[in-house]
């Protein structure tokens, strides 16, 4: 029973990183109706980001707080110089883009920090009062930082002037235009808050798997299965989505499949969702009458 407990509360640690990570290419979905494949890499550049200031020194906490902020401005740069020109492009001619962003940071960050595997120092000590024999302190620390952000966005959101120009330019962006918004400039914001939620993805799981350049790929896939298994257009959706991935990725991988065949518990749902319930557990089923 206690490792059933255990396995449980892993999943959920876990699930909360992957539901951050769906999150954030639910946000890039439903402002662009394209899929980031880039998400993960930019999560990744950004951890690199965080090791780099942890490495001269840092505190943790301040180089936590810096990698958002320079998460959201890389976001926002990226989207108003690659993806600003081909808004209106084919849905091939973005896929492209996606991919091309995908292999230059990927690059980049093998050039720069090289590919060398390194630890990544976790904020939360061994001994914390917090730990118990169910779950270390990490899994609870990054539980509670993720949903911090969570909480953080849904504020930003509900009650903030741009939060809601965003949603409006999301949901309608011509009407959000006849009423003075700056449609293009809510998409730039909105990736920056992706790759910031990203960021605070990368650096949670960062202790768990260490860092290298190719870190996220394996995230990304659970989080792509967390966005479609609580529908691809609704962001609660996704977040409850990656804490059910994340059970049952541990709970399968320990007792039914083995930990080697884990990431195929993604792919069979991101499978097996697109083809029984293509719009996800709680997304929107349009229907187009011709």
Same mark, same amino acid.
């Given at each position: 029973?206690?490792?059933?407990?255990?396995?449980?509360?892993?999943?959920?640690?876990?699930?909360?990183?992957?539901?951050?990570?769906?999150?954030?290419?639910?946000?890039?979905?439903?402002?662009?109706?394209?899929?980031? #494949?880039?998400?993960?890499?930019?999560?990744?550049?950004?951890?690199?980001?965080?090791?780099?200031?942890?490495?001269? *020194?840092?505190?943790?906490?301040?180089?936590?707080?810096?990698?958002?902020?320079?998460?959201?401005?890389?976001?926002?740069?990226?989207?108003?110089?690659?993806?600003?020109?081909?808004?209106?492009?084919?849905?091939?001619?973005? $896929?492209?883009?996606?991919? *091309?962003?995908?292999?230059?940071?990927?690059?980049?960050?093998?050039?720069?920090?090289?590919?060398?595997?390194?630890?990544?120092?976790?904020? #939360?000590?061994?001994?914390?009062?917090?730990?118990?024999?169910?779950?270390?302190?990490?899994?609870?620390?990054?539980?509670? $930082?993720?949903?911090?952000?969570?909480?953080?966005?849904? %504020? #930003?959101?509900?009650?903030?002037?741009?939060?809601?120009?965003?949603?409006?330019?999301?949901?309608?962006?011509?009407?959000?235009?006849?009423?003075?918004?700056?449609?293009?400039?809510?998409?730039?914001?909105?990736?920056?808050?992706?790759?910031?939620?990203?960021?605070?993805? *990368?650096?949670?799981?960062?202790?768990?798997?260490?860092?290298?350049?190719?870190?996220?790929?394996?995230?990304? %896939?659970?989080?792509?299965?967390?966005?479609? #298994?609580?529908?691809?257009?609704?962001?609660?959706?996704?977040?409850?989505?990656?804490?059910?991935?994340? $059970?049952?990725?541990?709970?399968?991988?320990?007792?039914?499949?083995?930990?080697?065949?884990?990431?195929?518990?993604?792919?069979?749902?991101?499978?097996?969702?697109?083809?029984?319930?293509?719009?996800?557990?709680?997304?929107?089923?349009?229907?187009?009458?011709?």
């Amino acid at each position: 029973m206690d490792g059933f407990i255990h396995q449980v509360v892993s999943g959920l640690a876990a699930g909360s990183i992957y539901a951050a990570v769906g999150l954030a290419l639910v946000m890039i979905y439903q402002s662009t109706h394209h899929l980031n #494949f880039a998400q993960g890499e930019m999560a990744m550049f950004s951890t690199f980001i965080a090791w780099a200031l942890l490495e001269k *020194g840092w505190p943790y906490w301040a180089a936590f707080f810096v990698t958002i902020a320079a998460s959201f401005i890389l976001g926002f740069v990226v989207q108003r110089i690659f993806l600003r020109p081909v808004e209106k492009a084919p849905v091939l001619t973005n $896929v492209i883009v996606f991919i *091309g962003l995908l292999v230059i940071f990927n690059s980049v960050a093998g050039w720069i920090f090289d590919y060398t595997i390194k630890p990544f120092q976790s904020p #939360f000590p061994k001994d914390a009062w917090f730990t118990t024999r169910f779950f270390s302190a990490h899994e609870v620390g990054s539980m509670a $930082v993720t949903f911090c952000v969570l909480l953080a966005l849904f %504020l #930003f959101f509900r009650f903030t002037p741009v939060g809601l120009a965003m949603r409006a330019a999301a949901q309608n962006p011509d009407s959000a235009r006849l009423v003075g918004i700056r449609v293009s400039m809510m998409l730039a914001v909105g990736w920056g808050l992706a790759a910031a939620i990203g960021s605070v993805a *990368g650096m949670m799981i960062a202790p768990v798997v260490f860092l290298d350049p190719n870190m996220m790929s394996g995230i990304l %896939l659970y989080g792509f299965a967390a966005a479609l #298994f609580g529908g691809i257009d609704n962001p609660w959706g996704a977040v409850l989505g990656g804490l059910i991935v994340g $059970v049952l990725e541990n709970l399968l991988g320990a007792y039914v499949i083995g930990t080697e065949l884990k990431l195929s518990v993604a792919l069979v749902m991101i499978v097996g969702v697109l083809t029984l319930k293509p719009s996800g557990l709680f997304g929107k089923v349009v229907v187009t009458r011709v």
